[in-house]
């Protein structure tokens, strides 16, 4: 078991380091989050290996709240906007978490697991069913869902509010581009 200061680093530097990854994205300055933090990169560094662990750590809350908001909904009975709940919940997150995007398309073993298989397993249930409800088509995967929204998200992140902009965007994936006749 960590002795007691060790705790309190970390605790300390993920506080920081979720402040910052909020203001600077997944690129923040992990010397900056030692200065911020009190504490020497060295320590940032045992606890937090690399940046993608970092991340991780900062993202990884949020990931497990929307898994578990995943699972809950799938429970409900309206397959479609329990699908749609949950895109809009991720998609909310994704715009508001700078950085979360940047990880999810990142070739990075951690932060795959971290973000991206995380919620693909977690929306895949959602998926299937309103693939049987006839909600969306039979083709479509909780993983191209996330694309849809990582794209999204990284396509409004300088937008002057982002996550508006996302949900906006989202709804008209959502309803299509083309009218219905």
């Given at each position: 078991?960590?002795?007691?200061?060790a705790?309190?680093?970390y605790?300390r530097i993920?506080?920081v380091?979720e402040a910052e990854v909020?203001?600077?994205?997944?690129e923040?300055?992990?010397?900056q989050?030692a200065?911020?933090a009190?504490?020497?990169?060295?320590?940032?560094?045992?606890?937090?290996?690399?940046r993608?662990?970092?991340?991780?750590a900062v993202?990884?809350r949020q990931?497990?709240?929307l898994?578990?908001?995943?699972?809950?909904?799938?429970?409900?009975?309206?397959?479609?906007t329990a699908l749609l709940?949950w895109?809009?919940?991720v998609?909310?997150?994704a715009?508001?978490?700078?950085?979360?995007?940047?990880a999810?398309?990142?070739?990075?073993?951690s932060?795959?697991?971290?973000?991206s298989?995380?919620?693909?397993?977690?929306?895949?249930?959602l998926?299937r069913k309103a693939?049987e409800?006839g909600?969306?088509g039979?083709?479509?995967t909780?993983a191209?869902?996330?694309?849809?929204?990582?794209?999204?998200?990284?396509?409004t992140e300088h937008?002057?509010?982002p996550?508006a902009?996302?949900r906006?965007l989202?709804?008209?994936?959502?309803r299509?581009i083309?009218?219905?006749?």
């Amino acid at each position: 078991m960590p002795r007691s200061d060790a705790r309190r680093n970390y605790a300390r530097i993920l506080a920081v380091a979720e402040a910052e990854v909020a203001a600077h994205g997944a690129e923040a300055s992990l010397e900056q989050i030692a200065r911020t933090a009190g504490v020497g990169s060295a320590t940032v560094r045992r606890h937090f290996p690399s940046r993608p662990a970092l991340l991780e750590a900062v993202f990884r809350r949020q990931v497990d709240a929307l898994a578990e908001r995943a699972h809950a909904l799938a429970e409900e009975s309206d397959a479609r906007t329990a699908l749609l709940d949950w895109l809009r919940a991720v998609t909310t997150y994704a715009a508001t978490a700078r950085g979360m995007a940047t990880a999810l398309v990142r070739d990075d073993e951690s932060m795959a697991h971290a973000c991206s298989t995380t919620m693909t397993e977690a929306g895949e249930p959602l998926v299937r069913k309103a693939i049987e409800a006839g909600a969306v088509g039979a083709d479509v995967t909780a993983a191209d869902l996330i694309a849809v929204v990582t794209g999204i998200v990284l396509a409004t992140e300088h937008h002057r509010d982002p996550a508006a902009e996302a949900r906006r965007l989202l709804e008209l994936a959502v309803r299509g581009i083309s009218p219905r006749p």
